[in-house]
């Protein structure tokens, strides 16, 4: 059985910092792009980052120089290291497994964990 859970998420004030988590169990995580997506009220879903199996990242425009994403391949878990937040980047993320490159039709969600940036 698949699982993605994530975890991090909380209540910051403007300019404060926060590490979301995504522990992952059931899949070759090594073998999975990873990526953190968010959501906010009324808004489309969107990508914040993303991590290739072998380390490469890629962010959004609004958390470029703010975010970083990691991966720690042994642990099959996935980070997101949020600093400078901001009123803009309250929504709730989520974790993503894709697995499609390798596995096709495979590609699995967490539930989210809401960050909320505000004073």
């Known amino acids: 059985q698949v699982q993605v859970l994530e975890s991090g998420g909380g209540l910051v004030q403007p300019g404060g910092s926060l590490k979301l988590s995504c522990a992952t169990s059931g899949i070759i995580f090594s073998a999975y792009a990873m990526g953190w997506y968010r959501q906010a009220p009324g808004k489309q879903r969107i990508m914040v980052a993303a991590?290739?199996?072998?380390?490469?990242?890629a962010y959004g425009d609004s958390v470029k120089g703010r975010f970083t994403i990691s991966r720690d391949n042994a642990k099959n878990t996935v980070y997101l290291q949020m600093n400078s937040l901001q009123p803009e980047d309250t929504a709730v993320y989520y974790c993503?497994?894709?697995?499609?490159?390798?596995?096709?039709?495979?590609?699995?969600w967490g539930q989210g964990t809401q960050v909320t940036v505000s004073s």
């Open positions: 991590i290739s199996g072998g380390g490469s990242a």
């Open positions: 993503n497994a894709d697995g499609r490159a390798t596995f096709p039709g495979l590609d699995y």
